[in-house]
């Protein structure tokens, strides 16, 4: 078990910025410390290890993927050659969080919308194949031919609904890159955001 608590204000004294503590347990009368002895070391091992980042001690030098962490919680950004484990989600979500209140709304709704399209194509799909494998084992040979000519047909109806509702879906994309674009965020943030390659992004800035 492992305890991290990040401090934004002093506490105690010291020279460094991260400290590492462990339990220890200390006779009350001999004042020696328990030997935890090969047959109980699993016990101790389970105890917790404590970690205090006191962040305003930090420098200016991140000279590990930690000490990026640390960086960012100090600076509030993330540079560009920063490349600690999970920075990258958390400059997309400090980059969200940063815009201004109407380009973040839209962009949670440009999100909310994608996750809402996913799930209904995947319902679409499933229940689709359940109605078709039930079909096929009741109706026989030849009415699953004549069905599966009208199944053809819808198909192709639903695949040009599905086209045009992601023809406009991209279209969205843009949109919201373009915005992204006019308050001044880079070409590979407002890729990473919208999904657009740098090129689809580029080509927004020159519209």
Not at 16 to 41: C, K, M, N, W
Not at 93 to 117: C, T
Not at 149 to 168: A, C, D, F, I, N
Request: charged share 35%.
């Amino acid at each position: 078990m492992i305890s991290v608590n990040i401090l934004f204000f002093p506490l105690g004294r010291g020279s460094d910025y991260v400290y590492q503590g462990t339990t220890r347990f200390r006779g009350i009368h001999d004042e020696f410390d328990l030997d935890p002895g090969s047959e109980d070391a699993g016990f101790f091992l389970d105890l917790p290890e404590y970690y205090l980042i006191n962040v305003d001690s930090f420098g200016k030098v991140a000279r590990d993927p930690l000490d990026q962490w640390i960086y960012f919680l100090k600076n509030q950004d993330i540079p560009a050659e920063f490349d600690a484990r999970g920075l990258k989600k958390a400059r997309q979500v400090f980059d969200v969080m940063s815009l201004p209140d109407e380009a973040r709304w839209d962009y949670e709704h440009f999100v909310e919308e994608q996750r809402l399209m996913r799930a209904r194509m995947a319902g679409s799909f499933e229940q689709g194949e359940q109605k078709g494998l039930l079909q096929g084992f009741e109706q026989g040979k030849l009415e699953g031919k004549q069905e599966g000519r009208q199944e053809g047909k819808l198909e192709g109806k639903l695949e040009g609904k599905l086209e045009g509702k992601l023809e406009g879906k991209q279209e969205e994309r843009r949109s919201l890159a373009k915005r992204l674009i006019d308050r001044g965020m880079a070409a590979a943030e407002v890729s990473e955001l919208t999904g657009l390659t740098i090129d689809e992004v580029e080509a927004c800035r020159r519209e």
